[in-house]
């Protein structure tokens, strides 16, 4: 299993939001939308051995975390605004402190970075990290964060991890994760 | 300078399409909006080095290029609709045979395929090509297909171009210019 987590720092919490304005009313949802798109499509496929985790931390609170299942789901297309739609469906159900699923292959809990980093291990991507090409083995879990870096706070948590560059400029989070399954591609198929 | 060029079998050729159904009423459009990202959008930055060429071939036709200059643009957005607002702009405009600005640096005119490839030189990508890891150097342009193939009539005229592959899946033209621009990156600072 291939996971990917992404912070949304302004993004919305509530499901009240318009799909005609994702980065505004959203709190640059349009961010996180394409993060999953990047996760999980192939040409006339999905990546089914992938989990995204959005971890979305604006108004109105508290945070809250929606996962995407790539084995699991179902009706979402690669435009923004589909994604943008499973995500506000998502936000519109009574949220409690377990996921709960939405519809096929998307879950709903309250929760912050804090309690996704205890369950699960993921290696920071970030400029200074190690370049991915030479990395002996990839880690299979990944952080990366939306247009805003990561705030003091969460670097403290993240201090100990592992750090991986995906190249010599700074991408947004979306095509860094397209770069890097495109690494992990190459290592699967036996493409050098 | 680095060019990509599009094809957008069934993208619309006049700016009456709803900005809320960029892949219905307009033809798949969402395609091209993220290839446009892809081509030019860095952490904070743009990529100035870029032209990005959209060959619109949907209705009511006849088939428009539309061109986005990396070194002059303005007012582009990383979300699909600011792209798709800018592209429905250039095509709202009366439309000759040689480039008219729409708004600062996109620029659109009638003109289909066979013209473009006239004037520019491009490779192919597509996954039948040699991988782009082991070029001992990368072309500087690129012609993709949106989510239809290449028809009989465009592979003809594309029969005898270089053919690359960017890696062992098939992947969204999006993805494709993201991960080869990194290829880019990496030469050009010295990464190996």
């Known amino acids: 299993m291939k996971r990917f ?3 949304g720092h302004l993004a919305a919490t509530a499901g009240t939001f318009s799909l005609n304005d994702l980065p505004g009313s959203a709190g640059r949802m349009d961010v996180l939308c394409r993060a999953v798109n990047s996760a999980f499509f192939l040409s006339h496929d999905l ?3 992938v989990e995204c985790y959005l ?5 109105p609170g508290p945070e809250k975390t929606v996962l995407f299942v790539g084995s699991e789901l179902r009706y979402l297309s690669p435009d923004e605004r589909s994604a943008g739609a499973l995500i506000k469906k998502a936000l519109s159900l ?3 402190d377990e996921f709960r699923e939405s519809t096929p292959g998307v879950y709903v ?4 970075l804090a309690r ?4 699960h291990d993921f290696a920071v991507l970030d400029e200074e990290g190690d370049d991915i090409r030479h990395a002996a083995s990839l880690p299979t879990g990944y952080l990366l964060s939306d247009h805003h870096n990561f705030t003091e706070e969460e670097i403290a948590l993240i201090a100990e991890r592992q750090r991986h560059s ?5 991408l947004h989070a979306d095509h860094t994760i397209t770069v890097l399954l495109n690494e992990m591609d190459r290592r699967e198929h036996g493409w050098s």
Chains 1, 2 share one sequence.
Request: glycine fraction near 14%.
């Open 109 to 112: 809990r309250r929760g912050d």
């Open 55 to 59: 971890v979305l931390c604006g108004k």
């Open 94 to 96: 009574p949220c409690g």
């Open 166 to 170: 995906v190249g010599p400029l700074s």
């Open 5 to 7: 987590a992404i912070v």
């Open 47 to 49: 990546r089914r051995d």
């Open 116 to 119: 996704l980093l205890a369950e």
